[in-house]
């Protein structure tokens, strides 16, 4: 995986009275261990990948324990675990990132809702809002409403989220509902400390067994016609029984504040983010008082009315800070108001934006328009919102003095095997013309930036050939669907394979084979070629594909570019109807770069011989055209002054970064380019043989072209 945390899981031991320190992620996984959780698994996807990366480190501590880990093939199979909380006193918590993991699991969590559950079961999501995030923009939110699961909101601080984890599985028992706890990527990642408790064993788990099953019960079935049971006791008993815990337990703060006629209802993983902007402007101070109230709502489905109507009866204004659309929380404020009948004016979505997050500069803003709408009683609002816009004004008077900045998107690390995939779609797509590319979620998906803007359609993780079946039959060209293996056994498999065959669909799959989830952090996957456990799980794709009956299959190692140009030009071409895979096979680089230099760090202790490939351009034959730069897309393949001084235009260089991959040389060979590259090996720990061979080269390359091997030694 791309982090261990075998080191910082030794904190997971402590006790009653200690104290622990450490990032938010561990923090949850400490408080799961307080909680007396049986079992554990989920689907990793940033922001909470390394939830379970913490929980696959930690695995020994919670055998201990008797907690099963399960890393789930994907967020459907991790959600339909919880049914181990329908009918038994298990406690148990499934990870997986939001909104896209949710969607994955949504039939499993309606099927789980509706009965409800006996032990408690916590979902944790890594809400991917806002500008750093790689999904939809949607709220997790709705699944909450439609569902009837409780949703918390924790304040990004450290006691808040252990609290929310320890009292989700309490409010979960208590109205017998699953709880969603989200956490944004600031609070996974958040470091503080918390006064530690004693883990605990659950009620049953794998050290004390349950004896059988319980008297069979209809009830428990999400199955007519019990769910219409279901679904008044969501309404009737489960609701009222969780506001009464939240209030009782009092789950949701009150920051009081001398400024008593207007409020602020935030959702509380904004917490912080809020009384930075009021500190900002001289209304709070850093150790989180305010001079403003703010209701916390660290529990943001379901609201308490009482909380709401009792927070607002005495103020003029409130403003909402809910981040996201719909405006969920604002609608249901003002409708508690108006059944209260109290007149308190609500604002929200227009002293803030609709959409997008609500960072720094948002907030100030927001809050400006609010103070000066709503006027309070003891402060000029006018002098404050002035030192709130005063703040941000610096930022479009830079901006324009910067001009346009260029775009800087995600790219393939350098070396990836990925890459020289699409620089083979490239050369093919020159000779065949351009055909359909359904893109799907990965690392390959950044094939979708420049210099190979590809792809046509995204709709999800392993969706690329679903989502090009209706393209085919309407297409003169055969469509490409690329698809990553994580994404193949994710869903791929199913959704698109078998779905592709049994309606005899007749397009070209590339399966990106890479060894590991790698966009998620290099997590093994059912291909891997080993596992948490050690031994590879021995499931194999080709194989796979093979017993499902695909009868056209090549699979072609990634950096060979010619071959691979050849083998998409025949599936373009071939007069074989049916599915054609392409399994693109190269080790995720970045994977293979920690491997080895940990391998060659032991081999350089021992005095071994280690070498390692650069590749460079030849400055009298590079032309200058930088095709090879448009084809590889290579970071470390750029640009440098022309050394001729008859020649303006820059050459081609290879940095230092370059890890040898081989791919611009492949590149330069399979489109004619020009012989420019060479390769050069670096030897460390040189034997006799090697320095003999390195004084005869240089005698001869001296020879032929006069070169000073004195000079280069130096
Ligand atoms: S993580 Fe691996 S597969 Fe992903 S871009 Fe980097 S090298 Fe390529
Ligand atoms: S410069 Fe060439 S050999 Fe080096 S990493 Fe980039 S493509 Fe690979």
Not at 364 to 389: I, S
Not at 393 to 409: E, F, I, N, T, V
Not at 661 to 682: D, K, T, W
């Amino acid at each position: 995986m791309e982090r261990s945390f075998k080191k910082e899981v030794e904190a997971l031991r402590l006790g009653d009275g200690e104290t622990f320190r450490g990032e938010g992620i561990l923090a949850v996984t400490k408080a799961l261990l307080q909680s007396g959780v049986s079992y554990v698994g989920g689907y990793q996807g940033a922001p909470v990948s390394h939830l379970l990366d913490v929980l696959v480190d930690a695995e020994d501590m919670m055998s201990e324990l008797g907690v099963h880990l399960e890393t789930c093939s994907n967020e459907a199979s991790a959600a339909a675990m919880l049914g181990a909380s329908i009918n038994y006193p298990l406690r148990g918590a499934v990870t997986w990132k939001s909104i896209v993991g949710t969607n994955v699991a949504a039939d499993a969590l309606s099927y789980l809702s509706s009965p409800g559950v006996t032990g408690g079961a916590l979902i944790i999501i890594g809400e991917d809002y806002g500008e750093g995030a790689s999904v939809a923009q949607e709220r997790s939110y709705a699944y909450a409403l439609k569902s009837s699961m409780w949703l918390l909101d924790p304040r990004p601080d450290l006691p808040s989220i252990v609290r929310s984890v320890e009292k989700g599985f309490e409010l979960s028992e208590a109205s017998h509902a699953p709880v969603m706890l989200e956490l944004r990527i600031r609070a996974c990642h958040a470091t503080g400390e918390f006064a530690a408790k004693d883990n605990r064993k659950g009620e049953k788990s794998g050290l004390d067994k349950l004896a059988g099953p319980p008297r069979f019960e209809y009830g428990r079935l999400a199955h007519p016609p019990a769910t219409f049971n279901q679904e008044r006791l969501k309404i009737e008993e489960r609701l009222p029984a969780a506001r009464a815990f939240i209030r009782e337990e009092k789950l949701n703060e009150t920051i009081e504040g001398d400024l008593a006629d207007i409020g602020i209802v935030v959702m509380g993983g904004l917490t912080n983010s809020v009384l930075r902007a009021l500190e900002r402007v001289g209304l709070a101070d850093v150790f989180g008082s305010s001079r403003v109230p703010i209701l916390v709502l660290n529990v943001v489905y379901p609201l308490v009315p009482e909380e709401i109507t009792a927070f607002c009866a005495t103020k003029r204004a409130v403003l909402i800070v809910e981040e996201g659309f719909p405006d969920f929380i604002e609608q249901a404020v003002n409708v508690e108001l108006r059944r209260a009948d109290i007149q308190t004016r609500v604002y929200g979505k227009g002293p803030l934006p609709k959409a997008g997050e609500y960072a720094s500069d948002v907030l100030l803003d927001g809050l400006a328009a609010f103070l000066q709408a709503a006027r309070p009683a003891g402060l000029d609002a006018d002098t404050v919102a002035e030192k709130a816009r005063g703040l941000i004004a610096h930022k479009p008077k830079a901006a324009a003095a910067l001009g346009p900045l260029p775009p800087r998107p995600p790219a393939f690390c350098t070396g990836c095997p990925e890459r020289p995939v699409f620089s083979a779609l490239k050369l093919m797509q020159r000779e065949l013309g351009p055909t359909h590319i359904s893109a799907d979620i990965g690392c390959h998906s950044f094939a979708t930036f420049a210099p190979f803007s590809m792809g046509n359609s995204i709709l999800g993780y392993g969706m690329s050939l679903a989502s090009a079946a209706a393209v085919g039959p309407n297409m003169q060209k055969r469509p490409i669907a690329v698809m990553g293996d994580g994404g193949f056994w994710h869903n791929g498999l199913i959704t698109g394979v078998a779905s592709n065959l049994f309606n005899k669909g007749d397009g070209v799959l590339i399966v990106m084979q890479n060894g590991y989830t790698s966009a998620t952090g290099q997590q093994y996957m059912p291909s891997s070629k080993a596992s948490r456990m050690g031994a590879a799980p021995g499931m194999d794709i080709e194989q796979t594909l093979r017993a499902m009956g695909v009868k056209w299959m090549r699979t072609v190692r990634t950096y060979s570019v010619s071959k691979m140009v050849a083998t998409l030009k025949e599936a373009m071409k071939t007069a074989e109807r049916g599915l054609k895979v392409i399994i693109a096979d190269g080790e995720c680089m970045l994977a293979r770069q920690r491997r080895i230099r940990a391998e060659d760090a032991e081999k350089l202790k021992r005095g071994e011989r280690v070498t390692r490939a650069r590749y460079g351009v030849d400055d009298e034959i590079c032309t200058g055209d930088h095709s090879c730069i448009r084809l590889s897309g290579c970071p470390s393949l750029t640009l440098k002054p022309s050394p001729d001084p008859l020649r303006t235009d820059p050459v081609a260089t290879v940095v230092e970064s370059c890890v040898g991959c081989g791919l611009c040389g492949e590149v330069a060979h399979a489109a004619v380019l020009c012989p420019s590259f060479y390769r050069a090996e670096i030897v460390r720990n040189a034997t006799w043989r090697d320095r003999v061979l390195f004084r005869l080269r240089q005698r001869v390359i001296g020879w032929l072209g006069g070169y000073n091997g004195a000079k280069a030694a130096a």
